[in-house]
């Protein structure tokens, strides 16, 4: 599994917190690049029927994950769409949203802006423990920064672990049962809503780096003033932030398979529109 791990070599607690939530972030980094670029890519290949017809699931997972944040954090919520799509602009398209009170802190602007991160990754786990239950046992060998190996072998270690992954899940499906084809439609869908809208997004970034300045704060505090309590809440937290990394490894194995398959549809779309040319 891709997860967080405490165990990173380092005593200084500021490290020691860098490298607990560093994993975390460079996931949520590539999903929302990943995703968005899907979103741009499906539209543009798609149409805007289409594009409809193919993506409400996942519209629907993105709103309803934005409702849940403001659920979970006591956020007032005026008003719920979780699909009516309509024009605001040439290009500029509102598929659904949910409008809702200014979080009271900056814990609960993160979570509610960055909330379809998390349920569209729990939705992903959710099609694979449905149609390839095996495949979830072992996505592959732990994302982890600072063990005594460099930044560049994490990430290669990681990214053989997701083709294997995808290899794996490949063979584990019955490609003659409608069930697959059902499975990979919502996968797709689900994938290109996993990130935040941009505006979202901003108010995500300004959640996280209010709790990071807030996490470097304490840090500083308790390796000066208490180091074994702040290297304690260190390994508790690091439990906690190695679950939601795990989840988001399934999500990013998700969107990286549905990445390929959008791709590869695209080169599709290209060569019947060359030889009709």
């Known amino acids: 599994m891709v ?17 607990l939530f560093a994993p975390l972030a460079l996931q949520l980094v590539i999903l929302y690049v990943l995703s ?23 519209v629907i997972v993105h709103e309803l994950s934005h409702f849940l944040g403001c659920v979970i954090t006591r956020t007032k919520v005026f008003e719920v769409q979780l699909f009516s799509p309509r024009e605001e602009g040439p290009g500029n ?7 809702h009170e200014k979080p009271r802190n900056p814990f609960a602007t993160f979570i509610v802006s960055a909330a379809p991160f998390f349920g569209g990754a729990a939705a992903l786990w959710g099609i ?42 490949a063979a584990a499906l019955d490609w ?9 439609f919502l996968l797709l869908s689900v994938s290109t809503h996993v990130a935040p809208s941009r505006h979202d ?29 702040s290297m304690s809440a260190a390994d508790w937290i690091g439990r906690a932030v190695a679950s939601v990394t795990v989840l988001l490894g399934y999500g990013l194995a998700c969107v990286l398979v549905a ?19």
């Open 128 to 169: 694979l423990a449905l149609i390839a239950p095996e495949t979830i046992a072992g996505l592959g060998s732990p994302l982890v920064f600072g063990s005594g190996r460099g930044a560049l072998a994490a990430l290669l270690e990681a990214f053989r672990s997701y083709v294997a992954f995808a290899a794996a899940l």
């Open 201 to 229: 997004m901003k108010y995500a970034l300004a959640g996280a780096a209010a709790i990071a300045v807030l996490a470097a704060v304490l840090a500083w505090l308790g390796g000066r003033y208490a180091p074994a309590a």
């Open 259 to 277: 990445t390929v398959l959008l791709l590869a549809f695209s080169a599709l779309v290209n060569v019947l529109s060359g030889r009709r040319a």
């Open 36 to 58: 968005s670029t899907m979103n741009r890519l499906a539209f543009a290949r798609l149409g805007k029927t289409l594009y409809l017809l193919v993506m409400w699931p996942g």
């Open 93 to 99: 398209m509102v598929l659904g949203f949910v409008s």
């Open 3 to 19: 997860a967080a791990s405490v165990r990173c070599g380092y005593t200084n607690p500021a490290m020691r917190w860098l490298f």
């Open 176 to 184: 003659h049962s409608w069930k697959t084809y059902l499975a990979g």
